[in-house]
C-alpha cells in the first residue's frame, strides 16, 4: 500500500513540474536525477548536464524569429486585416463596386458630360447632326425672356415652399409625437399622400380646383363668392395652387424625418425647462428647435432642390400648358417645351438651360452647407 502510494507520487510529480516549469528551476538536479524527473532544457536550450538540447534553435534562428513576428504583427494590425482579409486581392472590394460604379457612370456622369457638350451645339430635339455653335446659347438665354420667367417662378416657388416645408411638418410631428390611443391611425392619415402617386394627387386637386369643382362649388353655395375663383387660369393662382399640391404631399413625408429627430431630443431639458417656468412657445423655441436644427437643415435642402425640379404639380394643373400664356412655366417645364418641341426644340438650348438649372439648384445645396457649418460649435 505505502509503496504504490510512493509510486503514485513519483508519476505525478513530473507532470506537475510540466504545468509549472518554476518548480523545474527552483528544484536542484541532483534532486530531479534522484526522483527521475526528466532532463528539462533551460531557456537557452542547454539540458542539466551542459549538454545543447537537439530542439534548441541556432542563435541566427531564434534571433531572426522574434524580429519577424515583430514585423508582421504591426503591419498586420496596422492595415486592420485580420483572417481571410489577409489573403483577399486588393482588387477584390472594387470588383463588388463594380455594378454601382456602372450605373452611376452610365446613368448619372455619362447624361451630365453628354448635356453640358450639347449646352454648346445646335441639335434637333429627334436627333441628326449638331453644329457647334460655342456659348451662343448661354447668349440667347440671357436674353430670353421666357426663360427669366420660368427662372422667377423657380425662385419664387422655392423662397415660398421651403420655409414652410420646413416649419410645417414638424408642427405636425410634434402633434402626433403625443402617445394617444388612435394616434398611429392619425400617423398612418397623414402619411397616405406620400404614397399616392402625383399625377393622380394632381388630378385630384384639378378636381377640386377648377371653376365647377368642389371648392367653388361649396363657396358659391354658401354665397361667400359670386364667381368662381380662377385657381386655375390665373397664372399667379395656379402658381400658388401648384404650391399647395407640393405641400400637402410632403407634409407627411418630412413628419417622419421630425419624428426621428424628436425622438433624439432627451426629456430632461423639457422637464428642466418646464420647471423653470417656460411655457410651451418657449420649451418649442428653445427645446425642440435647437434639438432638430440638424434635421431641419436637411429638410430645408431636399426641399429646395425638389422646389427647382418641379414639373409634374405645374403640367398637371395646367393642362399641359403651363398656364395662361405659359405664365406659370418653371425651368424645368420650360426646358421641356424649348428643348424637346418635335416641330420648334433645340436639344442644345434646352441642355443650355439645364446646365443653369443644375447651377442654380448645386448654389442652394452649397448655401444650406454653409448655414449647417455655421451652426455648428466651435
Not at 39 to 50: I, Q, S
Not at 346 to 354: E, P, V
Amino acid at each position: 500500500m505505502e509503496r504504490s502510494h510512493g509510486r503514485r507520487k513519483r508519476g505525478l510529480r513530473p507532470v506537475f513540474e510540466l504545468v509549472f516549469p518554476a518548480s523545474l528551476t527552483s528544484a536542484s538536479g541532483a534532486e530531479r536525477s534522484a526522483e527521475g524527473a526528466p532532463n528539462v532544457p533551460d531557456e537557452r536550450g542547454v539540458l542539466e548536464g551542459g549538454t545543447k538540447s537537439p530542439l534548441a534553435l541556432a542563435p541566427e534562428s531564434a534571433a531572426l524569429a522574434p524580429a519577424a513576428r515583430g514585423r508582421a504583427r504591426p503591419q498586420a494590425r496596422r492595415d486592420g486585416l485580420s483572417g481571410a482579409a489577409l489573403h483577399r486581392q486588393w482588387w477584390v472590394p472594387y470588383l463588388w463596386l463594380a455594378p454601382s460604379l456602372a450605373g452611376i457612370g452610365v446613368f448619372g456622369i455619362y447624361p451630365f458630360v453628354k448635356a453640358v457638350y450639347l449646352s454648346f451645339t445646335s441639335t434637333p430635339p429627334l436627333g441628326g447632326d449638331s453644329t457647334w455653335v460655342g456659348i451662343e446659347n448661354y447668349v440667347l438665354l440671357a436674353k430670353d425672356p421666357e426663360f427669366w420667367l420660368a427662372t422667377r417662378n423657380s425662385v419664387l416657388y422655392t423662397l415660398v415652399v421651403v420655409p414652410l416645408m420646413v416649419v410645417l411638418p414638424l408642427l405636425l410631428a410634434i402633434l402626433v409625437e403625443k402617445r394617444i390611443p388612435f394616434i398611429g391611425f392619425f400617423r398612418s392619415i397623414f402619411y397616405t399622400p406620400v404614397v399616392a402617386s402625383m399625377v393622380v394627387v394632381g388630378l385630384m386637386w384639378v378636381w377640386l380646383l377648377q371653376d365647377q369643382g368642389l371648392i367653388n362649388s361649396i363657396l358659391r353655395g354658401t354665397h361667400l363668392i359670386h364667381r368662381g375663383i380662377p385657381f386655375l387660369s390665373n397664372s399667379w393662382l395656379l402658381l400658388f395652387s401648384a404650391m399647395g399640391l407640393t405641400l400637402w404631399k410632403g407634409l407627411g413625408w418630412y413628419m417622419v424625418f421630425y419624428l426621428v429627430a424628436l425622438a433624439n431630443v432627451p426629456r430632461e431639458l423639457h422637464e428642466a425647462a418646464q420647471i423653470d417656468g417656460a411655457g410651451a412657445v418657449r420649451r418649442f423655441l428653445n427645446v425642440t428647435v435647437p434639438g432638430v436644427k440638424p434635421m431641419m437643415l436637411l429638410v430645408g435642402t431636399f426641399t429646395a432642390i425638389g422646389c427647382m425640379r418641379i414639373f409634374t404639380e405645374v403640367y398637371v394643373l395646367s393642362g399641359t400648358t403651363g398656364g395662361p400664356g405659359g405664365q406659370a412655366e418653371t425651368l424645368p417645364f420650360y426646358i421641356r417645351s424649348a428643348g424637346l418641341d418635335p416641330s420648334s426644340g433645340d436639344a442644345g438650348y434646352g441642355s443650355a438651360i439645364s446646365v443653369v438649372l443644375f447651377a442654380l439648384t448645386l448654389g442652394f445645396a452649397i448655401l444650406a452647407r454653409r448655414l449647417a457649418r455655421g451652426d455648428e460649435p466651435s
